[in-house]
């Protein structure tokens, strides 16, 4: 079997998310499993090519859109999986990936629609001819619309994972003749989204498959609250919709091997996971060990419901814990996170995004917090729970997959319901009483380091969902 991948982001080469954890990762799995595996991205101008031995291969792909064209050199590299790199630098060679914190670049319709077109054409001119085309996220979903509107290879399949439905890539109508597509693809059975253009409908309704990166959000996605508009379409296509729980790459994520942390361990050494935390209090400035240290890593987004730790802030700095926040993104929230940098002795800030220390945060802490509004899976929580850090988290998407209650049967973790402040608090409150009877958080510690929240499996079921791709149900997960 053929798999031609394709994402905006890849782990190692680019991330800003999940998103490029499972696109590092899932090609690597699925090429063990003996199937060929072609990854696309484009070139960012922060792409390492030295680093990583990215070397240009000769082969130019002109496309045509936007009333011009334009011409993409492609980069090679192959490490099992034959990775390439799509490079035109007035497209891609900017600061960031998608946008600055002021906001999403505004041709981002035209840069991701022709990287779209040059991973299309690269497929024709070099003969590849894949079984399956799986993208991922709004950036590539023009591809299962190009595949079978413009191309018209209707015998391959084509797979969107939806990593989260919040992004979905509304341009204005004129869009359409930006990308070169034709206006009859401007109703509402197809690209067309109140007016606009949405790239995630186009993917969603042209895809042989949709998948999302857990079983409780793709339910939750077919409701108004989470649907974000386009609950009615997924419930129309709910026959070709499956949720693939997403997992992490156990060899990028070990505290046994991982070169950032102060000191090595697994379940079997866990004293040398509280040197980790001493060592970290130190270099922060934290006090007392003793205390259990709470950490949250990840987006400044709403998502990731930064508000009710804002809200909470004052009260957090007054519980007998210390917190330590690592994060960027929105203006609004970075403003914040710096104004208090300093401000209260038990909470540490750093605003940026800084993967290192982020290693040594998991490997420090004793409680990792997500109170997410909506969750499609999160990752963070299985990175810590592999680092021996309890989770303490909202009950919705992912998290409700991977994270269950320590009042439930072999529970291991602190759930709590709604994303309210008095809610939150309780769940931090409980933590702290957790903390204090030793014998059972050095229990769950083990516990939760040998649950299996490996990419392996996640790989496994998507090679099931390829095999037997078609519009029904049928196809058990
Ligand atoms: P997202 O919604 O952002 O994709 P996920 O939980 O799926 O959230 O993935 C987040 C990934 O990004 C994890 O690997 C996490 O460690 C990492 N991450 C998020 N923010 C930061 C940051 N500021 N610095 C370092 N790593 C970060």
């Given at each position: 079997?053929?798999?031609?991948?394709?994402?905006?982001e890849?782990?190692?080469?680019?991330k800003?998310?999940g998103?490029a954890?499972?696109?590092?990762?899932l090609?690597?799995?699925?090429?063990?499993h003996?199937?060929?595996?072609f990854a696309?991205?484009?070139?960012?101008?922060t792409?390492?090519?030295?680093?990583?031995g990215?070397?240009?291969?000769?082969?130019?792909?002109?496309?045509?859109l936007?009333?011009?064209?334009?011409?993409?050199?492609?980069?090679?590299l192959i490490?099992?999986?034959?990775?390439?790199?799509?490079k035109?630098d007035?497209?891609?060679?900017?600061?960031?990936?998608?946008?600055t914190?002021e906001g999403?670049?505004?041709d981002?319709?035209?840069?991701?629609?022709?990287?779209?077109?040059?991973v299309?054409e690269?497929?024709?001119?070099?003969?590849?001819?894949?079984?399956?085309?799986?993208?991922?996220d709004?950036?590539t979903?023009?591809?299962?619309?190009?595949?079978?509107?413009?191309?018209g290879?209707?015998?391959v399949?084509?797979?969107?994972?939806?990593?989260?439905?919040a992004y979905q890539g509304i341009f204005d109508?004129?869009?359409?003749?930006?990308?070169?597509?034709?206006?009859?693809?401007?109703?509402?059975?197809a690209?067309e989204f109140?007016?606009?253009?949405?790239?995630?409908?186009?993917g969603?309704?042209?895809?042989?498959?949709?998948?999302?990166?857990?079983?409780?959000y793709?339910?939750?996605?077919?409701?108004?609250?989470?649907?974000?508009?386009?609950?009615?379409?997924?419930r129309?296509?709910?026959?070709k919709?499956f949720?693939i729980?997403n997992?992490?790459?156990?060899?990028?994520?070990?505290?046994e091997?991982?070169?950032?942390?102060y000191?090595?361990?697994c379940?079997?050494?866990l004293?040398n996971?509280?040197?980790?935390k001493?060592m970290?209090?130190?270099?922060?400035?934290l006090k007392?060990?003793?205390?259990p240290?709470?950490?949250?890593?990840?987006?400044?987004?709403?998502?990731?419901?930064?508000?009710?730790?804002i809200?909470?802030i004052?009260?957090?700095?007054?519980?007998?814990?210390?917190?330590?926040?690592l994060?960027?993104?929105d203006?609004?929230?970075?403003?914040?996170f710096?104004?208090?940098?300093?401000?209260?002795e038990?909470?540490f800030?750093k605003?940026?995004y800084?993967e290192?220390?982020?290693?040594?945060?998991?490997?420090?802490?004793d409680f990792?917090?997500?109170?997410?509004?909506?969750?499609?899976?999160?990752?963070?929580q299985?990175i810590?729970?592999?680092?021996?850090?309890l989770?303490?988290?909202?009950?919705t998407?992912?998290?409700n997959?991977t994270?269950?209650?320590?009042?439930e049967k072999d529970?291991?973790?602190?759930?709590?319901?709604?994303p309210e402040?008095?809610e939150?608090?309780?769940a931090?409150?409980?933590?702290?009483?957790?903390?204090?009877?030793?014998t059972?958080f050095?229990d769950?510690?083990k516990?939760?380091?040998?649950?299996?929240f490996?990419i392996?499996?996640t790989?496994a079921?998507?090679i099931?969902?390829?095999e037997?791709?078609?519009?029904s149900?049928?196809?058990?997960?």
């Amino acid at each position: 079997m053929k798999v031609v991948f394709v994402s905006s982001e890849i782990y190692p080469f680019a991330k800003t998310g999940g998103l490029a954890d499972i696109a590092g990762a899932l090609p690597v799995k699925i090429t063990k499993h003996g199937i060929r595996t072609f990854a696309f991205m484009p070139l960012y101008k922060t792409v390492d090519t030295e680093k990583f031995g990215i070397k240009p291969i000769n082969v130019k792909l002109d496309v045509y859109l936007n009333g011009r064209s334009y011409t993409f050199e492609v980069y090679k590299l192959i490490d099992g999986v034959s990775y390439f790199f799509l490079k035109n630098d007035e497209l891609f060679g900017r600061d960031y990936l998608y946008g600055t914190p002021e906001g999403d670049y505004p041709d981002n319709d035209v840069r991701f629609g022709a990287f779209s077109y040059a991973v299309m054409e690269f497929i024709k001119n070099e003969g590849l001819n894949p079984d399956i085309i799986h993208v991922n996220d709004w950036q590539t979903s023009l591809i299962p619309v190009l595949t079978y509107y413009k191309y018209g290879w209707h015998d391959v399949k084509t797979v969107l994972t939806i990593h989260n439905l919040a992004y979905q890539g509304i341009f204005d109508k004129y869009s359409i003749e930006r990308l070169n597509l034709g206006w009859d693809l401007f109703h509402m059975e197809a690209l067309e989204f109140y007016d606009k253009v949405n790239f995630l409908k186009g993917g969603i309704v042209f895809s042989t498959a949709v998948t999302t990166v857990s079983p409780t959000y793709a339910k939750e996605i077919l409701t108004p609250e989470y649907g974000y508009g386009l609950d009615g379409l997924l419930r129309k296509y709910e026959n070709k919709l499956f949720g693939i729980i997403n997992g992490i790459d156990y060899d990028v994520w070990n505290p046994e091997t991982d070169k950032h942390i102060y000191k090595n361990y697994c379940s079997f050494t866990l004293q040398n996971k509280d040197i980790n935390k001493e060592m970290f209090l130190k270099e922060t400035g934290l006090k007392d060990k003793s205390k259990p240290l709470f950490i949250f890593i990840g987006r400044f987004a709403k998502q990731k419901g930064i508000d009710l730790i804002i809200d909470s802030i004052d009260d957090l700095s007054k519980l007998p814990i210390n917190l330590a926040i690592l994060g960027s993104g929105d203006k609004g929230y970075n403003d914040f996170f710096e104004s208090i940098k300093g401000k209260y002795e038990n909470i540490f800030v750093k605003v940026g995004y800084d993967e290192p220390l982020s290693r040594k945060m998991y490997a420090s802490a004793d409680f990792l917090t997500m109170p997410s509004l909506f969750e499609p899976c999160g990752l963070n929580q299985m990175i810590a729970m592999r680092y021996g850090t309890l989770v303490v988290a909202r009950k919705t998407g992912g998290l409700n997959d991977t994270v269950k209650d320590i009042s439930e049967k072999d529970g291991y973790g602190i759930v709590f319901e709604k994303p309210e402040k008095h809610e939150f608090l309780n769940a931090i409150s409980r933590a702290v009483e957790l903390y204090k009877n030793k014998t059972t958080f050095e229990d769950l510690r083990k516990k939760v380091m040998e649950l299996d929240f490996s990419i392996e499996s996640t790989a496994a079921k998507y090679i099931k969902l390829y095999e037997n791709i078609k519009y029904s149900r049928e196809v058990k997960l």
